[in-house]
């Protein structure tokens, strides 16, 4: 069965700390995807990579990094937290990019930052 | 943005009832797909519609796009309470996902 796991289901940081968010697939994907999600706003893109150490900006990069060193695992940093960066961030992934099939969710982080 | 838009954005209907719940996007797309999220979880997929295709089905859902219209509905035939969620649109360039606002669908027993 198919599995994209976060690391952390509930975070609570402070102001100005650096986040760290883990994902990894188990399925050989070559597509990662960090969203955000907030309420009346929807699932909105940050960042997504097709391949190892390789990365794109999506939607709001803003205040966000990424990481992609193994083809399995792809990490939202945040480097200075601040409030407005409380949300859910999901983390999802697909096959490749020629093929236009499903995104593979993962449960979800919940960050609070105070 | 490119994100659609999903109408109404809430809906309650009895068990037993029929949902239907709508979609809009904004940019040409080589498929549309639908996902369910239960409360605090990640999104599961629920069925997929190809450009080429108008009408699609699996179980008790029916999908239907108007590439024309740039707008796809989503109908749950015969609800359950556990059919209680939110509903979101995804369309897919080819390059990337773009996501609705989302229906949230309450199916009262």
């Known amino acids: 069965d198919v599995k994209v796991t976060q690391s952390s289901r509930y975070l609570v940081k402070r102001t100005g700390e650096k986040v760290f968010l883990e994902c990894v697939q188990d399925?050989?994907?070559?597509?990662m995807f960090w969203y955000r999600q907030d309420p009346g706003l929807g699932l909105r893109l940050i960042y997504f990579?097709?391949?190892?150490?390789?990365?794109e900006k999506g939607d709001i990069p803003e205040g966000y990094s990424v990481s992609r060193e193994k083809k399995e695992r792809f990490s939202l940093i945040l480097e200075s937290a601040s409030t407005n960066q409380t949300s859910m961030y999901l983390c999802?992934?697909?096959?490749?990019?020629?093929?236009?099939?499903?995104?593979?969710f993962g449960e979800g982080s919940r960050l609070t930052v105070l | 943005s490119q994100q659609g838009e999903e109408d109404p954005q809430a809906l309650s209907i009895q068990e037993g009832e029929n949902a239907t719940m709508n979609c809009s996007y904004k940019?040409?797309?080589?498929?549309l797909q639908w996902y369910r999220q239960n409360s605090g979880r990640g999104l599961v997929h629920l069925i997929l519609?190809?450009?080429?295709?108008r009408e699609k089905h699996s179980g008790r859902l029916r999908v239907t796009l108007d590439t024309s219209k740039k707008s796809s509905s989503l109908l749950i035939t015969a609800s359950r309470a556990a059919d209680t969620a939110s509903y979101f649109c995804?369309?897919?360039?080819?390059?990337?996902?773009?996501f609705g606002t989302g229906t949230s669908l309450t199916v009262i027993p």
């Open positions: 519609i190809r450009s080429n295709e």
């Open positions: 940019t040409s797309i080589n498929n």
């Open positions: 990579s097709y391949d190892v150490k390789m990365k």
């Open positions: 399925m050989d994907h070559e597509n």
């Open positions: 999802a992934s697909s096959l490749d990019r020629g093929h236009y099939g499903e995104l593979f």
């Open positions: 995804a369309s897919n360039t080819g390059n990337q996902f773009y």
